[in-house]
């Protein structure tokens, strides 16, 4: 998916040339970006370009592009990232062998590759809308080797089963941005899919390239959006709560910063 960042998706597409699996397509997402990218750069590989006339958001443009396939797998990537040689044979070879209906790789910090960001997430506090990354700035030694189960996928590389889409749909476009991946886990996890992290494949995650690492935007809707998920996937009583404690103390304290 591509917003106005033509370089940053140049830097995705190079580094799928480098890809060891042979059987895969590539489609383009542009949200009305000022540029179009498809008159910018060739590739070895064919592009099948998706523009949209206007910007979707982050759900609404992936889902153009899964509507867009009949593939046994999509893989889901942000454009801010660079991949590795083998990512996609190991994620597709897990995935196709153990009926697993989402699976993530380790995702490592692009400028401090052996610096780990995901490793699979903690579960949500429905109070708190909190949870963590595992491994989150560890380096790694190893120390995740076993395929990990995890409670939610992570939006920036994640390879999704056919099954899983015939059964759940597409992402909820309500959030526009942030968190509907973890919406998106919730609803396969109701519907029995597993979710797995497989640390041996391996994608770099340079991170909120679009919209900046501390921006008034990304503030706003990771606080819209934490409410929307509580409010749609926890009790009444849960959201309740949540609601009071953002009131009382994560609003003041983002008034203040902003």
Do not use: W
Not at 63 to 69: K, P, V
């Amino acid at each position: 998916l591509n917003y106005n960042q033509n370089e940053v998706t140049h830097q995705l597409l190079k580094s799928c040339e480098n890809l060891t699996f042979d059987n895969f397509d590539v489609i383009v997402v542009d949200n009305n970006s000022i540029e179009k990218l498809e008159q910018i750069h060739s590739y070895s590989f064919p592009i099948n370009y998706i523009i949209n006339n206007q910007n979707l958001g982050y759900a609404g443009g992936i889902n153009a592009g899964i509507r867009n396939t009949d593939a046994p797998f999509v893989f889901i990537v942000n454009n801010d990232t660079e991949t590795t040689p083998d990512l996609l044979n190991k994620l597709v070879e897990f995935a196709d062998g153990n009926d697993v209906g989402i699976v993530c790789p380790m995702i490592k910090f692009y400028d401090d590759k052996e610096r780990i960001q995901y490793a699979g997430y903690t579960s949500i506090n429905p109070y708190t809308g909190k949870n963590m990354a595992m491994g989150f700035g560890e380096i790694d030694n190893s120390q995740y080797e076993a395929p990990i189960n995890t409670p939610y996928a992570h939006g920036a590389a994640m390879l999704v089963s056919r099954a899983v889409l015939d059964k759940i749909g597409f992402m909820p476009e309500e959030y526009f941005l942030y968190y509907e991946e973890l919406d998106y886990s919730m609803k396969a996890r109701r519907a029995g899919f597993r979710i797995i992290v497989l640390p041996g494949a391996i994608i770099y995650h340079k991170g909120s390239v679009s919209v900046g690492k501390n921006s008034p935007m990304k503030t706003y809707y990771l606080s819209l959006n934490r409410y929307k998920l509580i409010k749609n996937n926890f009790s009444s009583i849960e959201s309740t709560i949540y609601l009071i404690y953002y009131s009382f103390i994560v609003f003041p304290k983002n008034v203040f910063l902003y």
